[in-house]
């Protein structure tokens, strides 16, 4: 794993936790954050120890956003030419589920990366918004599309217009989060909920994630299509002849991965 500054990586038990360490700033996301948060979430990728990235933050909060600081000058021939949302665009390419376990505020590009997780575990004292148009832009990595595909128009407007607070049981209601666990038990929770992942096949954990979110861009004919051919690979994994020969065998299936 490549060094970083700005966050800290581990792997246990199957688990690749990437920790965002930047707690005095509300872990706060410049520019080298994001590119070492996706890079590391790309080794794991890579990396057969690990079956499920668990992202979450030192310190109080998950994250306040992108830093101010660094783009308070910027202008839109630098950001054209930095192009720096094509992280986030690589953090989507990821192949393993990635948890989040986020805690008080997640703002801004904070909620942003929240909402590039595939699943979301919440302490019950988070506090999501999107602030930026209280600075007089809009979200930029993400926000306005991912909101909306999960919410619908009706409240992503509403939330990003108005830059409401919105607690973790409006986020459970409306499918932002998949669980409310009590603060401090927080990381325990997430890793629970993690290794009920990780006993699964990795395999089909792998096409099941692919399969969801083709949903989120395909037509509904296109999507069963694609859902069809992953279907139809899984039947040449070993983990698939063991399963099926474990259930007629009535015994524990041993899952290898392949
Ligand atoms: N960028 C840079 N620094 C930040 C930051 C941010 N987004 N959020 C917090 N910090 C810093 C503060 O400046 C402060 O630093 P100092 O101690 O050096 O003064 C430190 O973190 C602690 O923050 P506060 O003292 O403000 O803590 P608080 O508990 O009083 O308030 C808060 C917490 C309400 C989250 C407040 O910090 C806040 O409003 N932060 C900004 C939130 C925001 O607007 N985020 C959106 C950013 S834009 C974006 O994300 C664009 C995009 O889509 C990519």
Known sequence: MGLFQYIETSVENEIGFITLNRPKQLNALNRTMVGEIVSAAEEFDRDTQVKVILLSGHGKAFSAGADI???????????????????????????????????????????????SCDLLIAAGDTLFSFPEVTLGVMPGAGGTQRLTKLVGKTKALEWILTAERINAETALKYGIINKIVAPELLMEEAIAFARKITAQPSLAVRMIKDSVNKAVDYSLYEGMQYERKNFYLLFASEDQKEGMAAFVEKRKPNFTGR
Request: aromatic share 10%; hydrophobic share 50%.
């Open 69 to 115: 600081d660094e783009m308070a000058n910027d202008n839109p021939v630098r950001l054209e030419l930095l192009n720096q949302f094509a992280d986030w665009d690589r953090l989507s390419l990821v192949k393993k589920p990635i948890i989040g376990a986020v805690k008080s505020f997640v703002f801004g590009g904070g909620f942003e990366l929240a909402l």
